[in-house]
T-cell receptor
Framework: LAKTTQPISMDSYEGQEVNITCSHN???????ITWYQQFPSQGPRFIIQ???TKVTNEVASLFIPADRKSSTLSLPRVSLSDTAVYYC???????????FGTGTKLQVIP | DADVTQTPRNRITKTGKRIMLECSQT?????MYWYRQDPGLGLRLIYY???????NKGEISDGYSVSRQAQAKFSLSLESAIPNQTALYFC???????????????FGPGTRLTVL
């Protein structure tokens, strides 16, 4: 099971780009990197998923270097509504021990 | 996700009581999951089911049991609740991953359980 490490918290001003980096040194060949967002008292919501290089959708971008030992979630021009906890997961087959970890608590400041 | 519903949304019970949390989904997904979340911690997997006849233990299954009554329904039971099972419980569903992707989970709104 690939363990992930990400910062506990981050602050950002509105309108700025936010980059949250996740380390997953023992990622396996068939593992995918997935990010979720969670607002207080709500279930997590899928943001983006990738295997290598760069993935972009309407919400975020995900950058994965060639060695895949880390990944960076990029949120362009954050707003107050982006204040949430962001979880990085390495998802492999079986899902027997999938854990979300503690995530990164992003606070967007006016 | 409104397609995944959980009942009840809040529950207060006493030590030793039997509690059942229910999850229903209209997404047509085969896979369903139960997680718990404790304050300041991430989500931990309790049980998961890949189809009606499949039940698997997750990371923290002790003290819990589940029932997959149908594709759309997955219930979590606490046979004899104890205070350290006080937590926020989430149900999730996912579909069979397409080629080139892996599991994407859709979560219900959660059940806040307090065991006194």
């Amino acid at each position: 099971l690939a363990k992930t490490t990400q910062p506990i918290s981050m602050d950002s001003y509105e309108g700025q780009e936010v980059n949250i980096t996740c380390s997953h040194n023992n990622i396996a060949t068939n593992d995918y990197i997935t990010w979720y967002q969670q607002f207080p008292s709500q279930g997590p919501r899928f943001i983006i998923q990738g295997y290598k290089t760069k993935v972009t959708n309407e919400v975020a971008s995900l950058f994965i270097p060639a060695d895949r030992k880390s990944s960076t979630l990029s949120l362009p021009r954050v707003s107050l509504s982006d204040t949430a906890v962001y979880y990085c997961l390495v998802v492999a087959g079986g899902y027997q021990k999938v854990t979300f970890g503690t995530g990164t608590k992003l606070q967007v400041i006016p | 996700d409104a397609d995944v519903t959980q009942t009840p949304r809040n529950r207060i019970t006493k030590t030793g009581k039997r509690i059942m949390l229910e999850c229903s989904q209209t997404k047509g997904h085969d896979r369903m999951y139960w997680y718990r979340q404790d304050p300041g911690l991430g989500l931990r997997l309790i049980y998961y089911s890949f189809d009606v006849k499949d039940i698997n233990k997750g990371e923290i299954s002790d003290g819990y049991s589940v029932s997959r009554q149908a594709q759309a329904k997955f219930s979590l039971s606490l046979e004899s609740a104890i205070p350290n099972q006080t937590a926020l419980y989430f149900c999730a569903t996912s579909d069979l991953p397409r080629q080139g992707n892996t599991d994407t989970q859709y979560f219900g709104p959660g059940t806040r359980l307090t065991v006194l």
